[in-house]
């Protein structure tokens, strides 16, 4: 019979937060490009309710100086999550990402991102600090073109923990009591 390891013990918050803290100052560059495709952009201006034509119409998008459809501001955000993913599924910080929630987020543009951009990602911890209970991480998404242009800077706030130093709840039970979602069937 195979030798079989026992599961690793669950940190305690203590470790959590201790694993997160020092995960400031990590930096990696994702493993793949981000390849912002047109019907993505299509598809995300429709879905957040942006109407000008240069999100659509590629001509349109030519007529304003751009060399493609334009992508909705917030499209960025979606290839910093596939970057980020590294952090958690590594255990880099001591959180899973079902286990944080997002407080903050803002974006520096340095020129707008358009479809045919692939975009290369570093993944930056840039800060912890711990706050009642709870750990607030910052993540910084640098994103370059295919020719090494800088187009965004992409930083998000995390939290997890919880006010009594028990365990960090996970937050994807939370959502499912507030968000509503389901099937239909016809």
Wanted: no cysteine.
């Amino acid at each position: 019979m195979p030798n079989e390891s026992a599961p690793a013990a669950p940190l305690t918050p203590e470790e959590i937060s201790e694993r997160t803290a020092s995960a400031v100052g990590h930096h990696h560059v994702h493993h793949d490009t981000y390849l912002v495709g047109r019907e993505k952009v299509r598809e995300y201006a429709l879905a957040s309710q942006f109407t000008a034509p240069v999100h659509f119409d590629v001509e349109a998008a030519r007529a304003a100086g751009y060399t493609d459809l334009v992508a909705p501001p917030m499209l960025v955000s979606v290839a910093g999550i596939v970057s980020n993913r590294a952090l958690f599924d590594d255990s880099i910080i001591g959180y899973g990402a079902s286990q944080l929630m997002q407080a903050d987020e803002s974006m520096v543009y340095h020129r707008p991102v358009v479809a045919g951009d692939e975009l290369t990602i570093h993944v930056h911890v840039d800060k912890h600090r711990r706050v009642g209970g709870y750990d607030m991480v910052t993540i910084r998404n640098e994103m370059y073109g295919q020719d090494d242009e800088h187009l965004v800077t992409l930083s998000t706030t995390l939290i997890g923990g919880s006010p009594d130093g028990a365990d960090a709840p996970d937050f994807n039970d939370a959502a499912e009591k507030i968000v509503m979602h389901g099937v239909v069937n016809a």
